[in-house]
């Protein structure tokens, strides 16, 4: 079993800047990828970041050149920098973890909000 817990969301203005966290604890030497989704009102979960054991990133288009996914192993947490935030990056931001191989998804947090304003 693993646990996910996320901090750092908030409320910010357009071309803010926020640091989300997810601090892992349990099982964290099965994990072998943490990554951040987001969902906002009214659409489907999307991806944002990933970055793997290796320390492989991937990042979805829209974010691209403004968020920063990284970690701290000593501390088994990741971190998404988000910078030049547009008010389309309101969501809640959800931490996952893929521990089977498959994808993430297979252990999730509990989400924090991100707001956005104009």
């Known amino acids: 079993q693993v646990q996910l817990v996320e901090s750092g969301g908030g409320l910010v203005q357009a071309g803010g800047s926020l640091r989300l966290s997810c601090a892992a604890s349990?099982?964290?030497?099965?994990?072998?990828?943490r990554g951040w989704y987001r969902q906002a009102p009214g659409k489907q979960r999307e991806l944002v970041a990933q970055?793997?054991?290796?320390?492989?990133?991937y990042y979805a288009d829209p974010v691209k050149g403004r968020f920063t996914i990284s970690r701290d192993a000593a501390k088994n947490t990741v971190y998404l920098q988000m910078s030049s935030l547009k008010p389309e990056d309101t969501a809640v931001y959800y931490c996952?973890?893929?521990?089977?191989?498959?994808?993430?998804?297979?252990?999730w947090g509990q989400g924090t909000q991100v707001t956005v304003s104009s």
């Open positions: 996952a973890a893929d521990v089977n191989g498959v994808g993430l998804g297979d252990y």
């Open positions: 349990g099982s964290v030497f099965s994990i072998n990828a």
């Open positions: 970055i793997t054991r290796a320390g492989s990133t």
